[in-house]
T-cell receptor, first 116, second 115 residues
Framework: NAGVTQTPKFQVLKTGQSMTLQCAQD?????MSWYRQDPGMGLRLIHY???????DQGEVPNGYNVSRSTTEDFPLRLLSAAPSQTSVYFC???????????????FGNGTRLTVT | AQSVAQPEDQVNVAEGNPLTVKCTYS??????LFWYVQYPNRGLQFLLK??????LVKGSYGFEAEFNKSQTSFHLKKPSALVSDSALYFC?????????????FGIGTKLQVIP
């Protein structure tokens, strides 16, 4: 059981380049999300999805796009990379989409992105 | 707005001694509370949660946490620390309603267990 799989593990981009961070889960989870982790700031929510075809913005959505065409996949797109987007990115999922988030999130192992 | 405070950037404890990692929170209404652990170059892993009921919650790897409503705290504890417990620990809070997008994480506390 793979859980949440993120690719790539590491990426270096030049300012202005675009790329897609991949996230896939095999647990049939409805809820999927992207966080970025920065020193001294904890985890901040970028975008999330409560099911295929449904996405919404989190706390720090600027510069990022998402789509959810299948239950399994939730890619994160950086349209024009900036040094401020240097961070570690985590994808997380959960089987619940009710208004009571009382089950834990399942996290991938992260993508470490550096923008020069 | 809801918030989570982890007042210590780092906690050092000798192996075999009890450990405490502190967390206080602010949320409207009753909270869901979680602790996660992050090992180097890995994602966060769930340790334990408080939903309702008993104020002392037991979780994975011998960890437990005590919910104190009057002090709005949810401190993580372990009776005897292991070197392998060295990691980054995150407290998280969510209100009863609003979905996972309402989960707020603390900034993390680095636990260093000294042999």
């Amino acid at each position: 059981n793979a859980g949440v799989t993120q690719t790539p593990k590491f990426q270096v981009l030049k300012t202005g380049q675009s790329m897609t961070l991949q996230c896939a889960q095999d647990m049939n989870h409805e809820y999927m999300s992207w966080y970025r982790q920065d020193p001294g700031m904890g985890l901040r929510l970028i975008h999330y999805s409560v099911g295929a075809g449904i996405t919404d913005q989190g706390e720090v959505p600027n510069g990022y796009n998402v789509s959810r065409s299948t239950t399994e996949d939730f890619p994160l797109r950086l349209l024009s990379a900036a040094p401020s987007q240097t961070s570690v990115y985590f994808c997380a999922s959960s089987g619940q989409v009710t208004t009571a988030p009382n089950s834990p999130l399942h996290f991938g192992n992260g993508t470490r992105l550096t923008v020069t | 707005a809801q918030s989570v405070a982890q007042p210590e950037d780092q906690v050092n404890v000798a192996e075999g001694n009890p450990l405490t990692v502190k967390c206080t929170y602010s949320v409207s209404g009753n909270p869901y509370l979680f602790w996660y652990v992050q090992y180097p170059n890995r994602g966060l892993q769930f340790l334990l949660k408080y939903i309702t009921g008993d104020n002392l919650v037991k979780g994975s790897y011998g960890f437990e946490a005590e919910f104190n409503k009057s002090q709005t705290s949810f401190h993580l504890k372990k009776p005897s620390a292991l070197v392998s417990d060295s990691a980054l620990y995150f407290c998280a809070v969510s209100p009863y309603s609003g979905g996972y997008q309402k989960v707020t994480f603390g900034i993390g506390t680095k636990l260093q267990v000294i042999p």
